[in-house]
């Protein structure tokens, strides 16, 4: 059984192929009659909101011939108590897949390990693959390679966002710099797991790591989960942000990246992120095409 909770879950030699899928998709989505879910259902249960990810889950499993049934996780059995385990054994009974945006990392784990079905992580506090394997397929179609190409993830450095860079960027060779400041450096055990040509270091200086990066990458400074340390981040993170000034002392062809949604004029400002070197839209938009490769991987369509 195939499930994607983290990138670890793909091999590195699979990469190519989603991604190849993902172009294939884009190029062809009114046109392409891939559709591995033809009757097949698939459950997204989803405990934290969303915009981007449930609705180019939703669209795009329909588009493969499949129905997506939407759940919102406190409204199930399982927002009182009852376990993730059981939870998975019962709905691998009904359905065929699970997409799932939770808090805890441990209960995706934990559903995966009792479903007989793909799981699929939506977003986790510790994980969001869907957004970091698009990230990737943005700048392949940006840069047409991977190797070597410099990103700056400025921010929350122990975040979901910046785990999965963390883990995916070291995947695919790319020169990853973290820039956060003491206390939200990158997770230790995280760097530790990461595998692959890639580099990853931290640089608690925003104006060290952005020189010469080929991407600035930023994120909300206060993650679906950690409200009640609004406050602090603000603060502490403040010297963090993408802003004009910033963005002179990358590439010249630098580009800016966002998973969205932005906080305008907390962790970037707008006229850097509706700049001409924003990619922030279309990097949404292939949230869409990725995701469905991803289907068509883990439902044997590839
Ligand atoms: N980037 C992302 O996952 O956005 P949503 O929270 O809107 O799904
Ligand atoms: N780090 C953010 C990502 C949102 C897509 C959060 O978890 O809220």
């Known amino acids: 059984m195939k499930h994607l909770l983290t990138v670890e879950d793909i091999p590195l030699s699979d990469f190519e192929s989603i991604f190849n899928m993902a172009a294939y998709l884009k190029a062809n989505r009114r046109t392409a009659d891939i559709k ?4 097949k259902t698939i459950a997204m249960i989803f405990a934290k909101s969303s915009t981007r ?32 385990a059981d939870t998975a054994k019962v709905l691998s009974r009904y359905l065929d897949g699970i997409v799932i945006r939770t808090f805890l990392h441990s209960d995706v784990v934990e559903l995966a390990r009792n479903a007989s079905v793909p799981v699929i992580n939506a977003l986790t506090n510790d994980f969001h693959p869907c957004q970091a394997l698009t990230d990737i397929f943005t700048i392949l179609e940006f840069s047409k390679k991977l190797q070597g190409v410099k990103m700056v993830f400025l921010g929350d450095g122990c975040s979901n966002m910046a785990n999965s860079l963390m883990l995916t960027c070291k995947a695919c060779g790319l020169e990853l710099v973290i820039s956060s400041p003491r ?3 990158p997770r230790q055990d995280v760097m530790d797991r990461a595998k692959g040509p ?7 200086d925003p104006l060290k790591a952005t020189r010469g ?4 990458y930023t994120d909300v400074w206060v993650s679906m989960g950690f409200e009640e340390e609004s406050a602090e981040r603000l603060e502490i993170l403040a010297p963090y942000q993408v802003n004009s000034a910033l963005v002179k002392l990358a590439s010249p062809d630098v580009k800016i990246m966002h998973c969205l949604p932005a906080h305008r004029e907390e962790e970037i400002t707008s006229d850097v992120l509706d700049s001409p070197v924003s990619i922030v839209f279309e990097q949404a938009e292939n949230r869409l095409h990725v995701q469905k490769a991803i289907l068509c991987y883990l439902f044997g369509a590839m």
């Open 53 to 84: 990810t449930r609705v180019s889950f939703e669209v795009g499993i329909h588009e493969l011939g499949g129905y997506p049934m939407y759940l919102e996780e406190k409204q199930m059995q399982v927002g009182r108590g009852e376990t993730p």
């Open 183 to 185: 206390g939200f450096e």
């Open 36 to 39: 591995p879910l033809k009757d």
């Open 213 to 216: 990066a080929d991407y600035i």
């Open 198 to 204: 890639g580099t990853i270091t931290w640089e608690p």
